[in-house]
């Protein structure tokens, strides 16, 4: 195991380093060696109080900027971020426990991604038109609070922080506490690429202290939330006497179908494909396809490929690139994957592959083994909760509707799959589920396409033009000549 250097991150309020020595800290733990790597300050509503009235102040100009003042922005921060995506993605291993390949590929590269993206939608974004006789002109909605997580934590302050730049908004950010290194660097490419004082800032802390005073301020006009309903739901709560907008992008169970028409070899690809996206990141995503619905003539067709293409997943050290997987991000997220994986054992469930504990081999660090329950009634609290870990429910059904009402019978809606040879019935399949991104067979995801849900999966979207929509508010200039 190659341990990790020490980090440590603090407050960035105005344009400064706030010193934190006063204030109590948290240490930030490795998941694959269970060491410190480093500790952050935790801050308390008055720092959050600060750092709103530096935005606040900040908004003043930087909402007057031009359009090309911030594309010579986000530009600059681009090539700055080029240059630390080295530090961002051994920062995001160490402090979450992406794989080395992962983490340089996807998890670091996103980041830059989200700031490419913005910066073509910006170029040709319309910011006023007219409409009969009135204009109609796109404004910065103000200060936005963002709240982001840990399981991609570049890539959600990303596809917040662009847009908020690209139209004109100013910051107050709270990351992870269990994520804060990536954003350390983050904050220091953008000091470095100029960012005017003010206009992003910085407090760590906790959701139900910093995070909740994000969301309650008078002077926050957006909250920008990533992370679990619940917490999304007091996210909600909070903001609602100030009539704040609020965002999120929260839960998902998301549902697998593979229709009965595909050939042997397409059918294999697409339950293997299904479950390599599942375990990627050790399947701590929010659109992961955790559902795998299969036409119950080919249940044992699938069984075998699930099974073969799980055991084949390397599980070990994230600075191994010969593994797939790391650790899962913290003891307590792995004895809560444990507690759904004894709950399906419990309820009957047909266990396929993995299990209880760590892969073999493994003593130290949060590892858990890639895990197959099969003949899952849709009921069943493993196939209706968001496990957040490499947990795949084999669900069989009859007909292409059973698929379609069973698939819907969820409180999520963030994100489906469906994979089939005639592309009339995959079309129909996708359109009939309710969820905000469907990918037709093995489509991967689009950066520049909008990212969001349905019902408890949140609302609002993040990414394209439509990620622009939420930073702005619609002004109707009347009899305008």
């Given amino acids: 195991m190659t341990e990790q250097a020490s980090y440590k991150s603090t407050f960035y309020i105005n344009g400064e380093w706030i010193e934190s020595d006063d204030k109590p800290h948290l240490a930030v733990i490795n998941p694959a060696t269970e060491l410190s790597v480093g500790n952050i300050p935790l801050g308390n509503a008055n720092d ?36 630390r995506s080295t530090d961002m993605a051994a ?26 993206s913005a910066i073509e939608i910006l170029e040709q ?8 006789s ?8 103000g200060v936005c609070g963002f709240i982001t997580p840990w399981n991609w934590p570049v890539n959600q302050i990303g596809c917040k922080l662009a847009p908020a730049l690209a139209t004109g908004c100013t910051v107050v950010w ?22 005017p004082k003010g206009v992003v800032n910085m407090v760590h802390g906790d959701g139900p202290t910093v995070g909740s005073a994000i969301s309650k301020h008078p002077d926050i006009h957006m909250v920008s939330f990533t992370g679990s309903t619940l917490a999304g739901i007091a996210v909600a709560k909070d903001a609602a006497d100030s009539i704040k907008r609020v965002t999120q992008e929260l839960g998902g169970k998301s549902a697998n179908i593979i229709l009965d028409d595909l050939s042997e070899e397409r059918f294999a690809k697409a339950v ?32 075998a490929v699930v099974k073969a293409t799980m055991e084949k997943l390397s599980v070990g050290d994230p600075n191994d690139e010969n593994n797939y997987m790391g650790p899962v991000v913290s003891e307590t997220q792995w004895n809560r994957i444990q507690e759904h994986i004894k709950s399906g054992m419990d309820l009957g469930a047909e266990l396929l ?29 493993i196939a209706q909760y968001e496990i957040f870990g490499p947990v795949v429910c084999v669900i069989p059904y009859n007909t292409d509707e059973d698929a379609i009402t069973m698939a819907n019978a969820n409180e999520y809606g963030l994100s489906g799959y469906v994979s089939g040879a005639d592309s009339e019935r995959v079309n129909r399949v996708a359109f009939a589920l309710r969820a905000g991104m469907i990918h037709l067979n093995g489509a991967q995801m689009d950066r520049t396409a909008p990212f969001g849900g349905y019902k408890h999966s949140g609302n609002g979207r993040e990414r394209g033009p439509q990620g622009f929509e939420e930073f702005l508010e619609t002004k109707a200039l009347l009899g305008m000549q």
Wanted: some cysteine; hydrophobic content about 35%; overall charge negative.
């Fill in 91 to 116: 920062a995001i291993t160490a402090e979450m426990g992406a794989p080395k390949w992962l983490s340089e590929s996807n998890q670091a590269a996103s980041g830059y991604l989200h700031f490419k």
């Fill in 272 to 303: 293997a494909g299904g479950i390599k996206t599942l375990c990627v990141n050790s399947g701590q995503n929010c659109n992961a396809p955790s559902r795998l619905f299969i036409p119950k003539e080919r249940m044992n067709e699938a069984e």
């Fill in 353 to 381: 592959t993995g299990g209880l504990g760590r892969p073999e081999g493994l003593t130290t660090g949060f590892y858990v083994k890639p895990t197959a329950f099969t003949g899952v009634n849709n009921g069943m609290s």
């Fill in 174 to 195: 709270k990351p992870s506490e269990e994520a804060p290194f990536s954003a350390q660097i983050l904050m220091e490419i953008l000091e470095e690429a100029g960012v």
């Fill in 125 to 132: 974004y319309e910011f006023e038109f007219k409409q009969d």
């Fill in 134 to 141: 009135t204009l109609i002109r796109k404004e910065p909605i």
């Fill in 48 to 83: 959050v109080n600060e750092a709103v009235q530096a935005a606040t102040q900040a908004f003043v100009s930087f909402s007057q900027a031009t359009r090309e003042e911030r594309l010579d922005l986000l530009k600059r921060i681009a090539e700055e971020y080029k240059k």
